[in-house]
């Protein structure tokens, strides 16, 4: 479980996050949504200890993200962030052998090995796995980032926007491994997704951002209407009955 | 686990021959490649020092006097070890811990505080200064100076609101940029023997370097290159970059900080030791990465620091037995890595 208490973030100026005050449930997938600028990365890297906040604080599964020490908490929580340039020429294996470092400190057991095995085959790159980063197309080196962070075994995975640049093949196969870690590994994910329609079909929970604040929050089917769409989103948006579940119609 | 993990085609692929290990040389080709690589820069820093100590000696090789001339270019050799190691360590830990692969320590002010500091001595105290800037307790003093103005850069730089290296290396050119017009103004006003005598000075030259400073430089070296070593899998991980490194449970700026600090320890006592050798660590850097050809450092360390000393060694070599020119070995060198610096850039088309 993630508890946000007056989580805070003030940028100088009129931008600022929060006071946010919420809680992200264990198992399954929680999706932030929101308009541009909402804050969900923001809130995100926060969780994630990526960026530090002014009030308020983070636990995740009861351990505080500020005081906590920050190797302890590489075991308990992974953040992925949008952007990951890597000066490094890394194999696909090499990369997800990184995963492992908060355990093994760089020095790989029988038992790291096969953690990094089972990690890149469920993310189906057992074929790529002694490619180099820079041989992969988007998708296949998005999958490989999230195989790594997988690697790491934590009860917590943040991802900030995976399906960023991927087509509608990938994205879809990208959320069905999510899911499949969700359930089968059990894992606790939370990520940060711009199609309401992927969050409605694949996330357990959503939460809507706006304006550094958390405005709504809950299953799909409460949060997928016309009028909690309209409000968070600030564009006129229809709900309709699709085949698999509820579609929002922004166009 | 479930079927639905194993898509069909992984399913049907053919069982493995060799076990999958992650390891930093992935294939049997690149072990093999590495281990030649090794092989033939030992085999070459081992044949350019004995050509150091045995070309043109006009004893027999074995007799008490060859080795007493050996003995005397001995000195020498062993200062292109020392500034090989500095030069190597400190290059490639400061790509890692700054995240890029064009920028050397170079850049943030050394050399120009080197040569500011020796341009100083000359101006202000005339050609008696330049002995001035000699001894063990002016070696100390300007190894203390160096480590110190780069340290409170980059405490004051990482600690504060601009806590980006992108500032900090603009501030470095800037005041690289800054001591060497200062540096050139001073030397305007030289009269043509003073600036001759400095020249003589600034031009990286181990046969300049004085013997006495070794038996501190070596110790602190070792020190800091071992601290380095010691953290190899550390900085594995900083090359991966801040959000990374947080993430896998290290505390990125106490890792850059403590780079820092020891690059700028090694750079120190390299260029008070021999002077400016501007492109030297960008040429072994960048030399070692291709040909070690793997991100892991405890690889990467070796055989750049072989690479610089068969650099050094060789160019001394050539200058020494072919040009007759022994005093400016970093003219080759320059020559050399500034060339690999254009092709390098040109061929990859951005920094």
């Known amino acids: ?251 | 686990m479930p079927e639905t993990m194993a898509p069909p085609h992984t399913a049907a692929a053919p069982a493995r021959t060799t076990p999958r290990r992650s390891g930093a040389l992935p294939t049997a080709r690149s072990r093999r490649r590495y281990r030649f690589v090794l092989a033939a820069l030992v085999v070459l820093a081992v044949g350019f020092g004995w050509g150091l100590l045995a070309w043109d000696n006009p004893m027999p090789p074995g007799t008490p006097g060859f080795w007493r001339i050996a003995e005397l270019r001995g000195t020498s050799v062993v200062v292109m070890l020392v500034v090989a190691f500095c030069q190597a360590m400190a290059t490639v830990s400061f790509q890692t811990v700054t995240n890029n692969r064009i920028i050397t320590p170079s850049i943030m002010g050394f050399e120009s505080l080197y040569v500011a500091v020796q341009t100083a001595a000359v101006f202000f105290l005339g050609a008696a200064g330049v002995t001035a800037v000699q001894g063990i307790p002016q070696f100390i003093l300007q190894v203390l100076i160096m480590v110190g103005l780069s340290v409170a850069l980059y405490g004051w730089l990482l600690s504060g609101r601009y806590g980006n290296l992108q500032v900090m290396l603009l501030i470095g050119i800037i005041i690289g940029g800054g001591l060497g017009s200062v540096s050139t103004f001073m030397q305007r006003l030289l009269s043509p023997s003073e600036f001759d005598i400095l020249t003589a000075r600034l031009f990286g030259s181990v046969s300049n370097a004085d013997a006495s400073y070794l038996p501190i430089a070596i110790p602190v070296c070792a020190a800091a290159g071992g601290l380095l070593w010691a953290h190899s899998r550390r900085l594995d991980v900083v090359a991966l970059g801040r959000d990374t490194t947080v993430n896998l449970g290290l505390n990125h700026r106490a890792e850059v900080m403590r780079g820092l600090f020891l690059v700028s320890l090694l750079m120190a006592v390299s260029t008070a030791l021999v002077g400016p050798m501007t492109f030297l660590g960008f040429l072994v850097a960048t030399l070692a990465y291709q040909l070690a050809d793997t991100h892991d450092h405890r690889l990467v360390f070796p055989v750049a620091v072989l690479i610089g000393f068969v650099v050094l060694a060789g160019s001394y070599f050539i200058m020494k037995n072919v040009f007759y020119a022994q005093g400016v070995v970093s003219i080759i060198i320059e020559v050399a890595g500034g060339s690999l610096f254009l092709y390098f850039i040109l061929r990859k088309g951005r920094l």
Do not use: W
């Open chain 1, 1 to 251: 479980m993630i508890t946000l208490n007056e989580v805070g973030k003030s940028y100088g100026g009129d931008v600022e996050i929060g006071p946010v005050s919420f809680e992200i449930p264990t198992g399954g997938i929680t999706a932030l949504v929101g308009p541009n600028g909402a804050g969900k990365s923001t809130l995100l890297t926060m969780i994630g200890r990526l960026l530090g906040l002014d009030t308020g604080a983070i636990e995740v599964a009861g351990y505080d993200v500020a005081s906590t020490s920050s190797k302890d908490l590489a075991k308990i929580v992974s953040i992925l962030r949008q952007e990951n340039h890597f000066t490094a020429r890394l194999t696909v294996r090499q990369l997800v052998g990184f995963g492992r470092f908060p355990h093994s400190k760089g020095r790989l057991t029988t038992v790291d090995e096969e953690v990094i095995s089972r990690s890149i085959d469920f993310l189906n790159l057992g074929d790529l796995e002694g490619r180099y980063l820079d041989q992969l197309s988007g998708g296949q080196r998005q999958r490989a980032y999230v195989a790594m962070v997988l690697a790491q075994d934590t009860g917590h995975v943040l991802l900030d926007e995976p399906l960023n640049n991927l087509d509608m093949r990938h994205s879809v196969q990208m959320m069905q491994h999510l899911r499949r870690a969700a359930e089968d590994l059990g894992r606790t994910i939370v990520v940060v997704i711009h199609d309401i329609n992927f969050a409605a079909h694949y996330a357990d929970h959503i939460c809507a951002v706006k304006d550094g604040k958390v405005v709504e929050f809950g299953t799909p089917g409460q949060i997928m209407t016309d009028a909690v769409l309209t409000r968070v989103f600030e564009t006129p948006v229809q709900v309709i009955q699709g085949p698999q579940g509820p579609l929002a119609v922004y166009y």
